[in-house]
């Protein structure tokens, strides 16, 4: 009785943890210590298992607990951080995995019992699945490993037929007073397939919508699955995650306009173009002009992208933009939605490299004030300042809120090459008269720009 009233108790200590802790992450003031909060009540949550009534298998538990937590904390301190889109598409694979395997233990055992409880474990079973292959694709995407996105001919179709056959065979199993072996085995290779086949086609333009998508299937299944095994904190914690992710998930569709359905059904693939020619041609710039241009400038206006994270060109990003306060230039960043490779990829990369969060501002917050910007300097960002986004009815982007950029007075943009970005589409910004092209990666660009900011003050 006593140990039962622990970790009840433990369990709601747990639940307001996770509450709050979610809660803190919504500011990037408070990020950090959301965070703690919440790895806290993640801790606690795994020792009070250790006290569950006819709990087993310690040894098992602890070799589990000492492997999984290595690899996990090696893996944190080594990542880089333009890696880190692609380590968290694989770790919220590895959610939905357990959560999967919690529901194939439980149905090896024979030990889903009711109706009620055996439509649980499936649902929790088939989302998982879908969540962990489908990561698993997205990881191999982000990682390079996949280079293109790969369409079957009717896909849809093919989509839908094996989404109808794993829920056929998944209603077979709830009906069924004892399912075979064989129904649960057929059931979680539909499941995986149906995670693979649906992720493939997608292109990188979408994939941070896409491990939104996932994250919110991993946090539902390991809810549907606390159920299962009556497991207040799983429940907890899966739904809380399912939900910050559905709302996540539908903020991210909202920002480039496109429905979900649209993301996955028809997403932008790399091979996607843009209706009509673009007129006009490239017109190079210099480190010199460039640094002049933004130096004597009254506001500057920086359009970080996924090029910055590639590079690591944060710092020196930052650096010039304390050379240009020290003249006295107003500098502000403004962060695109669905800028680089997952949900808040630039803030993390600014913050690592110590811009103030006040110096940074959303589409919404900082549109309106391109036009007062003397320079709107774009640092490897593509698709989320082209503006064919407002008037090309025919690109796949058309409809997409972006970055005015191009109402600025004079617009920068460090690229690599001429090459078309993450989606395929050319963009219309670069071929502009206001517009000056800075080739090179951006720590190289920058650091020349740095170099002739600091010859202009001496």
């Known amino acids: 009785m006593t140990a039962k009233w622990l970790v009840d108790a433990s369990y709601l200590l747990v639940t307001l943890l996770f509450i709050f802790g979610l809660k803190s992450m919504s500011s990037p003031v408070t990020a950090r210590r959301g965070i703690v909060w919440a790895g806290v009540g993640m801790v606690i949550a795994t020792a009070v298992t250790f006290a569950l009534p006819g709990m087993h298998n310690f040894a098992l538990m602890v070799i589990a607990l000492a492997l999984g937590g290595g690899v996990a904390w090696w893996g944190g301190k080594v990542v880089k951080m333009t890696d880190m889109p692609q380590m968290v598409a694989i770790y919220n694979g590895m959610g939905g995995g357990a959560a999967a395997a919690i529901a194939a233990v439980e149905f090896a055992k024979g ?180 640094a002049a241009m933004m130096r004597y400038a009254q506001k500057v206006i920086i359009v970080p992208g996924y090029g910055m994270a590639v590079a690591g060109a944060q710092h020196k990003v930052w650096e010039m933009t304390k050379l240009l306060q020290e003249a006295g230039v107003e500098v502000k960043f403004a962060i695109h939605p669905v800028a680089g490779r997952m949900p808040g990829h630039m803030n993390v990369l600014l913050a690592e490299a110590g811009v103030p969060y006040d110096l940074i501002f959303d589409l919404e917050e900082i549109n309106e004030e391109f036009a007062q910007a003397d320079v709107a300097l774009v640092i490897g960002a593509n698709d989320v300042v082209n503006p064919v986004a407002r008037t090309d009815k025919s690109s796949p982007i058309y409809g997409m809120p972006i970055l005015n950029a191009d109402h600025a007075q004079n617009v920068i943009v460090i690229k690599r090459g001429k090459g078309a970005g993450y989606s395929g589409i050319e963009n219309a910004l670069f071929y502009q008269e206001n517009t000056r092209m800075l080739y090179g990666s951006a720590q190289q660009a920058v650091a020349e720009v740095i170099q002739n900011i600091k010859a202009m003050a001496g």
Do not use: C, W
């Not at 057929?186 to 499941?191: C, D, E, G, Q, V």
């Not at 159920?227 to 998930?249: D, K």
């Open 111 to 290: 030990e889903v019992h009711g109706a009620v409880v055996t439509a649980l474990a499936t649902a929790g079973a088939l989302i998982g699945s879908v969540s962990f292959s489908g990561s698993v694709i997205a990881f191999a995407k982000l990682q390079g490993l996949m280079k293109k996105a790969h369409r079957l001919p009717a896909q849809n179709a093919v989509n839908v037929i094996l989404a109808v056959l794993t829920l056929l065979v998944g209603v077979g199993i709830v009906m069924s007073d004892q399912p075979s072996a064989l129904q649960v085995i057929a059931f979680f290779a539909l499941a995986l397939v149906l995670g693979v086949v649906l992720t493939t086609p997608i292109g990188g333009a979408d994939m941070p919508v896409v491990i939104s998508l996932y994250n919110a299937f991993t946090g539902l299944a390991v809810g549907f699955e606390g159920f299962v095994l009556n497991n207040p904190a799983l429940i907890v914690a899966g739904i809380v995650v399912g939900a910050a992710g559905t709302l996540l998930t539908q903020l991210m569709a909202k920002a480039m306009n496109r429905p979900l359905t649209n993301i996955l059904f028809n997403p932008i693939t790399g091979e996607a173009q843009a209706g009509g020619a673009i007129e006009g041609t490239m017109k190079e710039v210099s480190a010199l002009d460039a």
